[in-house]
Every structure is written in C-alpha cells, then in structure tokens.
C-alpha cells in the first residue's frame, strides 16, 4: 500500500533567496536537462557505452529523444572529451549489453527500420558495431521485444509476446480496442525466441519455449548454453500474491525447460551467474508474514547447478543488499543496505574452508553506489555514484582485492548543472515513536544563514511505505527541492518506522497500525529542526507521498 500524505503547518512563503556568483536553478534544469543511464561495459573492460537523454525540438515539438555514446578507456582523461555518439535520432533506447566477442553493442530501441511494415511492433532489438556503422535491427516481431541476452557473438535469446491469436485479429478487423486486463485466456504468452544474425543484417528466428507463460526476465550464463527466466503464472500476483511465478531453467540450443525452486518458497530477483557458468546468485525477499512480502528484507542465495539446490549466503548483515549482486571468480561484490547509505563490500570464498568473509570496498569516489557492472573478466567496474548534494556521475576503475584501485570519472552530470551549487546537506537523528531512535536527511537553504534565523522547513515524504531515502541525489519535478532550497527553505526527508534499509524489524512495525508510529516520527522530526533553532514553526509545509 502506498500511503498518501498531504499536510500543511501554518502558511508557508517562500521568497526567491540571495544567490552567489552560481547560476540559479530553474525548472527547466530539471525538466530539460540532459541526462545519462543505462551504463553498459565491454567484456575486457575496454570500453563503456551509455544513453544519454535530452529534450530536442523536433518539427516545432519539443520532446524528449535519446543516443547512445561510447567512449574508449585507454583514452587519456577526461573521457567525456573524446566519448562518440553511436547514433542520431528522436528515438528511445534502453538495456544496452555487449557481446560477448565486445564486437557489438545491442539495444531495444523503438526506431524504424527502413524496410519496416506497420505489422511490426514499437521495440525491436538492435546492433550497432564498435568498428563503425549504422545499427540494424535483428527483429521484426509484431509485438514488442520485451527483454534479450547474448548467446555468442551473432546469437541472441529473445522474450517478446507471440504472435496476436485469431481472436485478437477478429477484434482488431471489428475495431474492438478492448483490453482484458486480468484475463489470462485472452494475455497472449510470453516465450523465448532464439535469434541469429549477419554483418549484413539477415536474421533467423526460431521458438524455444512453448510454455503458457508470461516471461518478465532473462538471464543468460556466460557460456551462452542456459538462461534463467521468471515467468509469471498469474496476471494479479503483484496484488494478491497467490499464484507465484515460476523460475525456469532453459536450454537454449534445445528449448527444454526445467522448473526449478518450484516449492515457490524462493522468489528470485537480481539473478546473476558465476563467471565459470556453474550456478547463479540471486536474492530473495523475506518476510514474516506467511502471505504477503510487502515489508522485506533481501537476502542472497546461491542455485548449484550441479547440485540442483538454492543455499542461503549469510552475509553477516541483517539490514540485507541494497541491490544484485556483481559476481568475481572468488566471490562478489555487494552494496549492503545501512539506512540512509550504502556499505559498499567485496566477499571472498575460501576454497578450503567454503567460508565467506567481507571487506570494506576500499577507494570508492563520488559518493554512494546507486548502480554498478563489472567486466566480464572481473577486473574493471563502472559504477555510478551521488550524494544528496552532489549530482549523479559515473566512474570506472579496476579491482584490486576490496579496493578500487585509479578510480576516474567517465560519464559527468548535465553540462547545463555544473556551474550550480546543490549547498550542503546533514545526517540528522532524533527521537521517535516508541523512544526509538529516527534518521534523516536536512537538506539546507542554497543561500547563507544568518546565526540564530529560522527559515521554513518543507517535509518531503517518501512512499512506499517500505522506501527509504539515501544520501544520493533524488531531486526530479515531484519534489523539486533544490528549487524550494533556493528560496530560502530547508528540506527534511524522514526515513519513519516502516521505511526500508534498517532490517526486518523496523519494516514490519507498522503492519497493522499504520501511522501509529510513522507520523510521531516525523513530527518529532520536524519540533527537533525547531529546537535546534534552524525551522521557523509559523513556516511549514508536507509533501509527498
């Protein structure tokens, strides 16, 4: 349940603030500026490619377009300087992945293809070649490719909706536009498709599953031989949670299937294979309750091919991961969930003993990792890192044991903020509900403040409830707080009972009793900005969810 929350304190005025010397922030830098994602590495960790979104005019009409850009890391710095752009275009593109010979980069992108017929459907798969040359679609389905792996160097695996059934076609010749949402006899199934591809862009399709499933997510092993696809049984278990999906494990020169953790006691996310192709990480979302996971905690766990069981990794953390899991030859690297930040970490499996033991990821630069990949041989990572008050930026270096080792910026933030200041921001604690202690972020006025005077205080709430909010930069149009910050006001983010990050147990205290405890601890939140002399208590405001 997502709760909504709309409360306002008194009257709150907001006036534009003294600026410095920086240019101030304007809605158009947060409607309009450029931004990057979709990070992607080469297998030898040679060369990183990533979208870049913008708003362009185009025929009169602004709107929002993507391209790719690639950029080499044997460069010398910066590399944004001599980063190439891959494609040009109004059309969006997202999930790039090398392939495994690092000779092509592949992409789903809603582009037309020159000998494209109406029949085909808005995402297709494409390649585009690192030695040069215009991309090629190596798709044609009549709907949607809805997720791919690499199998080898000119093969893929594809997910993508069959073919629209006589029924389907009957309705679209009468001009029936109806959609039955929650009738799985009329969803068409979702299956894998092996595709093979030339230099001159022919394509070969062939069926792989034939299963009555809806296939959401794929993943190939390293050796191109097998996949591991979620696949759901039920159009409303994100609701009702009673049928689960089926993990599936599919041989992907055959076709055959094998349900594996079919208990249902196991839901995989974030799945990840071994380099040597002999098992896969995944995590697992664990809850109390004896139905519903809605208030988790992420623990990691290992399927064995060869065994053909999962087993529970202890992390030796009771907060759990904050995302998948990055595998090495001897282990993985993890971001582990700490409230507010995230404990960057590299495990290491003793052969000898099957221990696991954890180190600090040393060497880290930018702030917290949102998001990171490792090459394929293990030795290079790009990730992606930000602070409350410093804009998202990507970065690479190489593994040296629990350390990155020469970490440089490669991809920077919107060239439209680098001359803005995003102030400063503090960790701030208090007592909450049940004389327990609460967390959060107090982003402060753009502007100075004069010893002893109070400003207004704008509380920005985060959903879920089972959200949480992080030392990473969040500002986006919704809760614009950088504009709110520039005319003189505070922001406190408030990571209440209930909120992820902070184990199990803080989760699940409010099942049950909603906003018994969540609002106590954002109000005591706000009377502690009150008491420190900084919120002006005549001046207050809530928004959010």
Excluded at 16 to 30: K, L, N, Y
Excluded at 404 to 431: F, M, Y
Aim: net charge negative.
């Amino acid at each position: 349940m997502r709760a909504a929350i709309w409360v306002t304190w008194g009257c709150l005025a907001l006036a534009p603030a003294a600026q410095g010397t920086e240019t101030p922030w304007t809605i158009d830098d947060f409607a309009t500026a450029d931004s990057d994602s979709g990070g992607a590495i080469s297998p030898d960790g040679s060369a990183i490619a990533w979208v870049r979104s913008q708003v362009s005019e185009v025929a009169g009409v602004e709107q929002p377009t993507s391209h790719l850009r690639l950029a080499r890391l044997a460069a010398a710095d910066p590399l944004t300087e001599t980063s190439v752009r891959l494609t040009r275009g109004v059309e969006q593109m997202e999930n790039l992945k090398f392939s495994p010979d690092g000779r092509w980069l592949g992409f789903l992108s809603d582009r037309t293809a020159s000998d494209e017929s109406s029949d085909v459907g808005s995402v297709q798969l494409w390649v585009v070649s690192l030695a040069g040359g215009e991309p090629f679609a190596v798709t044609r389905f009549d709907r949607d490719v809805l997720d791919y792996g690499w199998i080898d160097g000119s093969t893929f695996v594809v997910a993508a909706q069959e073919s629209p059934s006589e029924r389907e076609r009957a309705a679209k010749e009468a001009g029936d536009d109806s959609i039955a949402v929650d009738d799985p006899a009329d969803a068409p199934p979702i299956r894998l498709f092996r595709v093979t591809f030339g230099e001159s862009g022919e394509e070969s399709v062939r069926r792989l599953t034939t299963e009555r499933v809806w296939i959401d997510s794929l993943s190939v092993s390293p050796d191109g031989r097998r996949a591991v696809a979620l696949a759901s049984q039920s159009r409303t278990f994100g609701f009702d949670q009673r049928v689960p999906p089926h993990t599936l494990l599919v041989d992907l020169e055959t076709g055959r299937s094998e349900r594996i953790l079919a208990d249902g006691k196991l839901l995989p996310q974030g799945i990840r294979w071994s380099p040597d192709s002999r098992g896969f990480y995944f995590s697992n979302e664990r809850s109390s309750h004896p139905v519903y996971r809605m208030a988790t905690v992420s623990d990691l766990w290992y399927f064995d091919l060869t065994s053909g069981k999962p087993t529970a990794i202890d992390l030796g953390w009771e907060r759990g991961l904050a995302g998948p899991v990055e595998p090495l030859a001897d282990g993985f690297l993890a971001r582990l969930a700490d409230g507010t930040r995230f404990k960057a970490v590299r495990y290491h499996r003793d052969p000898r003993t099957a221990r696991w033991s954890r180190r600090d990821l040393l060497g880290v630069e930018g702030g917290e990792i949102d998001d990171w990949t490792v090459s394929r041989d293990g030795k290079v990572v790009l990730y992606r890192a930000s602070t409350s008050v410093r804009p998202p930026a990507s970065w690479v270096a190489r593994i040296e044991g629990s350390r990155l080792v020469r970490p440089r910026q490669v991809v920077e933030p919107p060239s439209a903020w680098q001359d803005k200041s995003a102030g400063k921001s503090e960790l701030v604690r208090w007592q909450g509900a049940r004389g327990e202690t609460v967390e959060g972020i107090l982003l402060y006025p753009l502007d100075a403040v004069k010893k002893g005077e109070r400003r207004p205080l704008i509380l920005a709430v985060h959903g879920g409830p089972t959200d949480v909010d992080t030392d990473t930069w969040r500002t986006e149009w919704g809760l614009p707080d950088l504009l709110w910050r520039a005319r003189g006001a505070y922001v406190l983010r408030v990571n209440y009972h209930g909120s992820g990050g902070y184990g199990l147990e803080w989760a699940e205290s409010i099942v049950g009793r909603y906003y018994e405890l969540e609002i106590p601890d954002l109000e005591t939140g706000v009377d502690a900005m009150i008491a420190r002399g900084l919120a002006d208590p005549e001046r207050l405001a809530c928004a959010g969810w």
